[in-house]
């Protein structure tokens, strides 16, 4: 059988792969696992979970699942309500909670959903715990009777206690700053205009006003046109953009460019260099990262460790090296002094302290990196474990002693699919192009 947990939790068409049943299921196997669902008869003290959720309809079935999952299984449930998955992680640990619960499928379409748990202070869970979760799904438990149910209770107030943390973490205000703030009809919409009005800045929100079937729908990170068009015609400094569970982010600058991922960290990673609190004067980043980000981070004196793709990944590379910044050129950002996975609202409040303080634009600012053209090409219908057969690594070898230094070559089997992905980068997109397309031939050729 395939794995049930994938990169980021369990996902899948809500009611349709992603189930009530399998809900509690997933919940009761989590609190036995994370929450030592026994300790209330051997301590007296219950364990206890915080759940939220992004605004999509399937997650109010979902949450009662799981509530009810975890509360039969004797564990004490704070409900969260509407709320970013960072924020939910942060509340996990600042509450003293045994366990964490999200419900969202990030980026993805409304009808589908997912159940990601954490660890205690807020940690991803290793895929060692996952496979656990998922082994022990189905066992015949005793479940608590009486007084050692858990009991459940609403903590919507919790949210304010987010705010106030990420504001904590910037120095200096943002007063004067016109931002327009796109929230994805997702779980932002009340808390990141909330900060950023607090912080000081003129604040527009769009895509704020969820009704559970729209979230990512035409707006947020991965649909940034109209957050282009609103900048531009309102004439505001800059524009912000959130996932559906507000874990990442990206900007457009005054004239309405994208400045992804990469440009984000390497703005922050020069602010902490200059300031003396860049972790051992380095960054962590994915493979995918584009070389014009490594380029810049050399010239500034800055190190860059690569991991494999996914934020899960940095985030280890992270704790094991005793590093602070790392992330995606996504907009998965995590800054490990003040949160223990990707938020996005505090890397846009971090970045737009960047802005205030140096008095220069985010259109300035962002040109300490020069992205090379990047083309990606999915080779469909290959046989993915042949990525590294001769003639594939022979032609590669010979693609990146043409590109020199300013392009490199990427060979990536999906994880999932019959498929190799081809990225390449040079100082033209042209030249990018044809390399790729050169190494896609044989793909399909080598590959089969």
Excluded at 12 to 36: F, I, K, N, P, Y
Excluded at 373 to 392: C, H, M, T, W, Y
Aim: hydrophobic residues 45%.
């Amino acid at each position: 059988m395939a794995r049930l947990f994938g990169t980021d939790g369990v996902r899948g068409v809500a009611g349709r792969d992603l189930t009530a049943e399998l809900a509690m299921d997933l919940s009761v196997a989590a609190a036995h696992v994370l929450g030592d669902a026994g300790a209330f008869a051997a301590t007296g003290r219950r364990p206890v979970a915080v759940v939220g959720r992004d605004p999509r309809a399937s997650g109010e079935f979902l949450e009662a699942a799981v509530v009810a999952g975890l509360a039969s299984s004797g564990v004490d449930v704070l409900r969260l309500g509407v709320l970013p998955t960072p924020a939910v992680a942060y509340l996990t640990a600042a509450l003293g909670a045994d366990l964490g619960v999200m419900l969202s499928a990030s980026h993805n379409p409304a009808p589908d959903n997912g159940i990601k748990f954490l660890a205690r202070g807020g940690f991803k869970l290793s895929d060692a715990v996952e496979d656990e979760i998922e082994r022990r799904l189905g066992e015949d438990w005793t479940f608590p009777v009486g007084s050692a149910v858990g009991r459940v209770r609403d903590a919507y107030g919790e949210a304010d206690r987010y705010i106030s943390h990420v504001l904590t973490t910037v120095s200096g205000r943002l007063d004067g700053l016109d931002i327009v703030v796109d929230c994805a009809h997702g779980a932002a919409h009340m808390v990141a205009p909330e900060a950023l009005v607090r912080s000081g800045a003129r604040v527009e929100a769009i895509g704020a006003r969820p009704d559970g079937l729209n979230i990512n729908a035409g707006y947020g990170s991965t649909h940034l046109p109209k957050l282009q068009q609103v900048v531009v015609s309102r004439g505001a400094d800059l524009g912000i953009a959130y996932d559906g569970d507000a874990d990442r982010c990206l900007a457009v600058d005054h004239t309405g460019a994208i400045i992804d991922g990469d440009q984000i960290m390497a703005i922050l990673a020069a602010d902490m260099h200059a300031e003396g609190t860049l972790a051992n004067d380095t960054v962590v980043a994915t493979v995918m990262s584009n070389l014009g980000f490594k380029l810049a981070m050399r010239d500034a004196g800055i190190h860059v460790v690569e991991t494999a793709v996914g934020d899960r990944y940095v985030l280890e590379r992270m704790k094991s090296g005793g590093y602070n910044l790392g992330g995606e050129q996504s907009g998965h950002v995590i800054m490990l002094d003040h949160a223990t996975t990707g938020d996005g609202l505090l890397t846009s409040l971090h970045l737009l302290s960047v802005v205030a303080r140096s008095g220069k634009s985010l259109r300035e600012l962002a040109a300490v990196m020069t992205p090379l053209p990047q083309i990606l090409i999915n080779v469909k219908d290959v046989d993915r474990g042949k990525a590294s057969v001769p003639e594939l690594t022979e032609a590669v070898a010979l693609a990146e002693k043409e590109l020199g230094e300013t392009g490199r070559v990427l060979i990536r089997p999906s994880g999932t699919e019959p498929m190799i992905r081809v990225m390449v980068e040079a100082s033209s997109e042209e030249h990018a192009s044809e390399v790729a397309g050169r190494l896609a031939d044989v793909v399909r050729v080598a590959c089969v």
